[in-house]
């Protein structure tokens, strides 16, 4: 069983720059893919980024690419969102998941676990 924090969330401007990090234990993290989503009022959650279990390979919605990256660090159990460039439309909880097994995962149901996220608001 993995369990999953997240941190960093916050209230910053637009233009402004944040740093989300989601803590794993009770497993082996280098074995999961990490992925990060969000949802915000009203909306269904949706699809941030993901990383490979090695973190060789990332994946990104076309909505935060070039805006947003993601990596982790297995020696930490930790995986991190750097947030720049952020719009009042990045306003959301996020969430950090694990997905057991080979390859990077897109969709919601392919992970195994969630934590409780971290609200972002960016204002205009």
């Known amino acids: 069983q993995v369990q999953l924090v997240e941190s960093g969330g916050g209230l910053v401007q637009a233009g402004g720059s944040l740093r989300l990090s989601c803590a794993a234990s009770?497993?082996?993290?280098?074995?999961?893919?990490m992925g990060w989503f969000r949802q915000a009022p009203g909306k269904e959650r949706e699809f941030v980024s993901a990383?490979?279990?090695?973190?060789?390979?990332?994946y990104y919605a076309d909505s935060v690419k070039g805006r947003f990256t993601v990596s982790r660090d297995n020696a930490k159990n930790t995986v991190f969102l750097q947030m720049n460039s952020l719009k009042p439309e990045d306003t959301a909880n996020y969430y950090c998941?694990?997905?057991?097994?080979?390859?990077?995962?897109?969709?919601?149901?392919?992970?195994?676990?969630w934590g409780q996220g971290t609200q972002v608001t960016v204002s205009s």
């Open positions: 998941a694990a997905a057991r097994g080979i390859g990077i995962r897109f969709r919601e149901y392919e992970y195994d676990y």
């Open positions: 009770g497993g082996t993290f280098s074995n999961v893919c």
């Open positions: 990383v490979s279990r090695s973190g060789t390979v990332t």
